[in-house]
Nanobody, 116 residues
Framework: QVQLVESGGGSVQAGGSLSLSCAAS????????MSWYRQAPGKQRELVAD???????TYADSVKGRFTISRGNAKSKVYLQLNSLKPEDTAVYYC??????????WGQGTQVTVSS
């Protein structure tokens, strides 16, 4: 099993920046990929960015060039740098880890609010 704890959300004005962190504990040696998702009120949860065990990254088109996903040296932490934030980036951001290529684990979420 894996436990995930996110931190770093908050409120910022449009054009500002935030940094999110997600720390994994438990069976971290089995983690393949880690991702950030977000869910805005009344909308489905969507993938924001993903990073594989070989550090290959994938981004949603809506955040390309503005957000950056990275992993710590121990591969047990994943970060999301959010730049040039827009009001439409407002959502609860969730960290996800895939264990042994088949088990999904989620964090509790952290709120990001961008005001215009």
């Amino acid at each position: 099993q894996v436990q995930l704890v996110e931190s770093g959300g908050g409120s910022v004005q449009a054009g500002g920046s935030l940094s999110l962190s997600c720390a994994a504990s438990g069976s971290i040696v089995g983690i393949n990929s880690m991702s950030w998702y977000r869910q805005a009120p009344g909308k489905q949860r969507e993938l924001v960015a993903d990073i594989d065990s070989d550090d290959t990254t994938t981004y949603a088109d809506s955040v390309k060039g503005r957000f950056t996903i990275s992993r710590g040296n121990a591969k047990s932490k994943v970060y999301l740098q959010l730049n040039s934030l827009k009001p439409e980036d407002t959502a609860v951001y969730y960290c996800k880890a895939v264990l042994w290529a088949k088990y999904n684990y989620w964090g509790q979420g952290t709120q990001v609010t961008v005001s215009s």
